[in-house]
């Protein structure tokens, strides 16, 4: 069986641990029966990892019950960035190992239901746990949204970039993400309605710049650069521009430009969003 | 001149200070020279305060810079229930005496941003301040959804019910309102996916329990009444059922028997969004 599931910007500033987008970036799980566990791994984060540890061996032997699989994973989607490579990888595998439940199966093992969220269902998603499950709806997304990606060239695992923020918050910070994702899913529904501040927080963006201090010239970068607003993409290192129609080739180029001149390694893309999520059994054509 | 602007319901649960739905119910002001200051009121709220300290005069003449004025209130909408009767009054009186920014005459003189802005401009809104400004967006609001308004026969002032809030929550609280106005968002922008979880609230609903402790059996029993999802109308006292087309009668029946059963005096109204908002010159016609 074959799967492919697109990346995935989440929190998307003040939406923390709850939005997500889903990008035209994929990655495929093949998974065909086989004498004894077998792992390849092409593209973006191949050969990390081509054993029983890789992400979707753990997926795929739990769905199976059994690990005498030949696991093929091929990614455009790069690893530890903020842009749901793990989650894509296991919603990928889940599926193709049969799993009536990809989402929950990712959610349980991989621990990102925001992003695995976005994988599964495409578009743009809110996620959240309820009674253990994972709950996803899928909220308005104006399709003529461009985005950029600005992927630096190094990791920041979300587990040190969770360490950073703070048990306790207050009561005034949390009314302030409240007020602005409601700006924020006002401007995504309709781009008309977009403005800079949409993507403010309080809650995870600022905690989490000592992690990558040039974050926050890089964001002014990409808004001067034309982006309608800019954020964090999900727990770093890349950033996100949400884009005018039509604009995309012109921010990506400001953020190519941004990189250079602040000494920053990496890489600027344009995308647009994916509509369609994870797609079982006819999806290696989807890889660019 | 003469204006009229709808009631609303703030909050929504989970959107605590940022979220207000326009109902229709309507309070009308009518502003003229005079010799003097003179307040009339009729409906709701009729003479409690027909002199400058009357929130319509404090608004009409700060607007006109002088209290030559005979203002006329007519009200539909409770006071002190939670229906944004202060907010529709100020945002109508504002409009009356000629102010070119209604919202920002409101939000500085009555203080409740949230409800002003669904009273301006109708429909489901998101408001927050932005640099000392109101800033509103309007959110998708599917037409067909119809609204029962569970309206107590007591009063509870906001500023008690604010002070009953904690000034800082934990982190995992403020994800959990994020993730339910995600849920809320899309079951409001269209009703078949609303579910009951989507009004849940751990920033301000449990803590007003104390304040109105029949509050938990009855959002209950709007719920088994048949709506699909329940939460506090702004502070309270008033509740609000959020209905399937075609339920809001039912629902109110046994909003109706529910208030009766549990000795709590009130009343219960079924009524729709209102989706135009403040109304300036053409009004009068719409009060019931």
Chains 1, 2 share one sequence.
Request: hydrophobic residues 45%; proline residues 6%; negative net charge.
């Amino acid at each position: 069986m074959i799967a492919s599931a697109p990346a995935s910007s989440a929190n998307l500033g003040p939406g923390f641990d709850t939005l997500a987008l889903a990008l035209e970036r994929y990655i495929e799980v093949e998974i065909e029966p086989a004498s004894h566990l077998i792992v390849r791994s092409e593209g973006e984060g191949a050969g990390l990892s081509d054993n029983a540890t890789h992400l979707a061996a753990k997926v795929a032997v739990d769905v199976a019950g059994h690990d005498r699989l030949a696991i093929t994973v091929r990614s455009e989607i790069p690893v530890a960035r903020g842009m749901g490579s793990s989650a894509a990888l296991a919603v990928a595998a889940a599926a193709a190992a049969g799993s009536p439940d990809p989402l929950g199966v990712a959610a349980r093992i991989d621990g990102h239901p925001d992003n695995a969220a976005a994988s599964v269902v495409g578009g743009l998603t809110s996620a959240c746990i309820i009674k253990g499950s994972v709950r996803v709806v899928r909220l308005p997304l104006d399709e003529r949204l461009e985005f950029v990606v600005m992927i630096p060239e190094r990791t920041l695992p979300t587990k040190s970039a969770r360490q950073a923020l703070p048990e306790q918050i207050g009561r005034e910070d949390a009314i302030f993400n409240l007020g602005r994702m409601g700006m924020l899913l006002a401007g995504l529904a309709d781009h008309r309605f977009l403005a800079k501040e949409a993507t403010q927080d309080r809650l995870h963006q600022n905690y989490r710049i000592p992690l990558f201090p040039e974050a926050p010239d890089l964001l002014a970068a990409l808004e001067a650069g034309g982006a309608l607003a800019a954020c964090w993409s999900g727990a770093g290192p890349s950033l996100l521009a949400i884009c005018e129609p039509g604009t995309s080739e012109k921010v990506r180029l400001a953020a190519q430009a941004a990189l250079e001149e602040m000494k920053v390694p990496g890489t600027a893309i344009a995308v647009k969003a994916d509509h369609r999520g994870l797609v079982v059994g006819e999806s290696a054509r989807r890889l660019h």
